[in-house]
């Protein structure tokens, strides 16, 4: 068994996988680098407890570390608020079948128990992957994966706080399911491919590499319709940050 395997992010730390490692058996923990960094290799055989022992020696540093394949470069052009989503709170959610990148259709239309919190980005990109130099001219268009990243972190906050997170972009799920794997996300991306929501709600787009993408933006539902929107978003790596925030100002919880 791999380390990555016997491992799984939580959202804000590292334990050990219970449904690839039940309780009683043991096996062979390998480290491997990649997304995990550079872990030192143990070849003997572990139990559960001698892994839960090695998590809390070697794996601290890495506890809280984001995914640095794409950091945000500096002076990166501010995008201001066109008035493209003015005509959003308040909106009714259409009722729209999309992919998940956990295999099911969701319809953000359908009854929640909570606030759902919706942020869509335009694309993320791969790792070896060079970034166009004219993608980070366009006002809002970098930092897809820092967001997602920050989304990430704050989950279990979001959670908290009564609400889910969706991502969602115009991209394939098989695409969206190599970020959420790499970027360990703990929540479900939606695939808008074909435009459907994007048009029913005329949400803000533009064109680049002849892909039709959704400029950067968060909606915040409740009772089937749109509560809350955030439009600009920027900077993209401190959005999981402001999402917490508004949270606790609408319960009236300081902080």
């Known amino acids: 068994m791999?380390?990555?395997?016997?491992?799984?992010?939580?959202?804000?730390?590292?334990?050990?996988?219970?449904?690839?490692w039940p309780a009683g058996e043991s096996g062979a923990c390998l480290a491997a680098d990649g997304d995990f960094?550079?872990?030192?290799?143990y070849t003997k055989w572990m139990t559960r407890r001698n892994l839960g022992i090695l998590i809390g020696a070697s794996l601290p540093a890495m506890a809280q570390q984001p995914d640095n394949s794409f950091p945000l470069p500096a002076n990166l052009p501010v995008p201001l608020d066109d008035g493209a989503c003015d005509h959003l709170p308040g909106m009714k959610v259409p009722s729209t079948a999309l992919r998940s990148t956990k295999g099911r259709m969701v319809?953000?239309?359908?009854?929640?128990?909570?606030?759902v919190i919706v942020y869509?980005?335009?694309?993320?990109?791969?790792?070896?992957?060079?970034?166009?130099?004219n993608w980070d001219e366009i006002p809002g268009a970098r930092g897809c994966t820092p967001q997602s990243c920050s989304m990430r972190d704050h989950n279990q906050e979001v959670k908290a706080l009564g609400a889910v997170i969706f991502g969602l972009s115009t991209q394939t799920t098989e695409y969206q399911k190599e970020v959420v794997d790499r970027l360990h996300l703990p929540f479900e991306i939606l695939s808008d491919v074909?435009?459907?929501?994007?048009?029913?709600?005329?949400?803000?787009?533009?064109?680049?590499?002849?892909?039709?993408?959704?400029?950067?933006?968060?909606?915040?539902l409740k009772d089937g319709k749109i509560e809350k929107v955030f439009y600009p978003?920027?900077?993209?790596?401190?959005?999981?940050?402001?999402?917490?925030?508004?949270?606790?100002?609408?319960?009236?919880?300081a902080g």
């Open 2 to 20: 791999a380390a990555q395997d016997a491992l799984v992010f939580t959202g804000n730390r590292w334990a050990i996988n219970s449904e690839r």
């Open 37 to 41: 960094g550079v872990l030192p290799v």
């Open 107 to 115: 319809d953000l239309a359908e009854p929640a128990s909570g606030r």
């Open 120 to 133: 869509a980005y335009p694309r993320t990109g791969t790792p070896g992957t060079t970034v166009p130099s």
């Open 194 to 220: 074909d435009l459907k929501l994007t048009h029913a709600l005329n949400l803000p787009t533009f064109t680049f590499d002849n892909m039709v993408l959704i400029k950067r933006l968060t909606l915040v």
């Open 233 to 253: 978003v920027f900077p993209p790596d401190k959005h999981g940050e402001q999402i917490v925030a508004w949270l606790k100002r609408k319960q009236g919880i």
